[in-house]
């Protein structure tokens, strides 16, 4: 067949398919528009509860969409690679909806053409809030992403890897959320400005809950219930500033913060039930850090803590140096345990900060002040001595009413009568003679 033949078939079919009517995105969905800005905006009604994201076929996200914003759906659903040819997409909003399920791979966003340029390839803004999540499946989140922030949520699952090999990231935020059930390494090999885990409840935290994650500003754990927290369940690198405080831990294993950061450490106003050993050992400061500001400070201030023992507070001596300015063991105060925490009470200087509870006064007392009043070898024995001096004058005391009460007794006893010729008789009897006395008669 000559080329023209062919030209006209081609012609042919490019018309035919041109006369067919286009498949409708998601902007002709019952519950969805675009506006003149490409975005996608889905507000679900009663009638129109559901709202399926994909990235082809009939109501797929057109091509040119620079946002996707869902508010109020009874099901939300994110199928593969719905963004991942999306080149214009800034924004995912998801908003008062029930059920929220992001498949994997759903949020992947590639640099565009292989080019990890970030000024050539600007990312998303993944924001989930006041929602329930279903799942997060693996490798949901990937690629050019600026920014995730879940806030007031319930997540039920999230599978390993869901955030996982993100680039340009400049803040993470978990802030009021409950979450479920959590693998390990959900938070997988990616660097990050800022990592926020604010409020909220987690039952527990796997190991290697963040694994391999560089921030290079702030980490900061503020506010959150947690059950249990096993080993390696951070393990980040390169903060300019670590705050944990105000939390509420069960248990901390040992080696729960494995953190090796560019800055002071400071672990404040949290409360924790039980601090296994080593618990602190993962701290540290980074060598190159060391080596040009010397080491860098560790802060546990004003903690209470029940189950602790000394080897709990072993901490990375190299790199780091330990300021105890509040811990309070949730523990009667003895000098059994000052016994136990004497090595410590000698590396912190005496550790005015370290305290157990006083149950005579009803409130936290120093450590290092019971023992001065209560541990000296006089002191140790202080009440014996009292109870035996009781005990004494009580003795004295019973002997003395004894003779007293005896002597007045015997006085009581004793009777003085005084004759007519002015003589004193003592007797100290009295016998009492009755006679009988007859009336007297004439008549004999």
């Not at 540290?284 to 602790?308: C, F, H, R, W, Y």
Request: glycine share 6%; proline share 4%.
């Amino acid at each position: 067949m000559r080329w023209p033949a062919w030209w006209h078939i081609v012609v042919a079919l490019r018309a035919a398919a041109l006369a067919q009517p286009a498949s409708p995105t998601v902007c002709e969905d019952d519950a969805c528009r675009c506006d003149s800005f490409t975005r996608v905006i889905c507000s679900c009604t009663a009638d129109a509860d559901t709202v399926t994201l994909r990235p082809d076929g009939a109501f797929r996200v057109p091509a040119m969409a620079t946002a996707i914003m869902v508010e109020g759906c009874e099901r939300v659903q994110f199928l593969s690679d719905t963004v991942r040819h999306l080149g214009r997409l800034r924004l995912v909003d998801v908003r008062n909806s029930r059920h929220v399920l992001i498949n994997n791979r759903a949020l992947n966003r590639p640099p565009l053409g292989n080019n990890p340029d970030l000024e050539n390839n600007p990312g998303i803004r993944i924001v989930i809030h006041n929602s329930t999540i279903d799942i997060i499946g693996s490798y949901a989140i990937q690629g050019r992403v600026d920014s995730i922030v879940i806030s007031d949520s319930r997540i039920k699952f999230i599978e390993p890897y869901a955030f996982s090999s993100l680039i340009g990231v400049t803040n993470v935020e978990l802030s009021n959320n409950h979450f479920v059930v959590l693998a390990t390494q959900i938070f997988k090999k990616f660097t990050t400005s800022n990592f926020v885990l604010r409020g909220g409840v987690i039952h527990t935290l796997p190991s290697r809950f963040l694994s391999d994650v560089e921030v290079t500003s702030l980490f900061r754990m503020e506010g959150v219930l947690v059950e249990y927290m096993f080993s390696s369940a951070f393990r980040v690198t390169l903060p300019e500033r670590v705050l944990i405080e105000s939390n509420t831990i069960g248990v901390m294993d040992g080696d729960c913060f494995h953190i090796a950061s560019r800055g002071p450490i400071t672990f404040r106003n949290n409360t924790v039930t039980g601090v296994r050993k080593g618990a602190f050992l993962g701290f540290s400061a980074l060598p190159e850090v060391t080596s040009v500001k010397g080491q860098q400070e560790l802060l546990l201030d004003n903690n209470i803590m029940t189950e602790l023992m000394p080897s709990s507070l072993v901490y990375d001596t190299r790199t780091l140096t330990m300021r105890v300015d509040g811990l309070n063991l949730n523990t009667t105060c003895s000098c059994e345990l000052a016994d136990e925490w004497r090595d410590v009470l000698h590396d912190q200087g005496g550790a005015g900060g370290l305290s157990c509870w006083y149950s005579l006064e009803g409130y936290f007392v120093s450590l290092p002040t019971f023992v001065d009043s209560r541990c000296g070898k006089f002191k140790q024995n202080f009440w014996i001595y009292v109870a035996v001096g009781v005990i004494v004058i009580l003795i004295i005391a019973a002997l003395g009413v004894y003779f007293i009460v005896k002597r007045e007794n015997e006085k009581k006893k004793k009777v003085q009568i005084v004759m007519p010729d002015g003589k004193t008789y003592r007797e100290t009897e009295f016998h009492i003679v009755v006679e009988r006395a007859d009336l007297l008669t004439t008549d004999l």
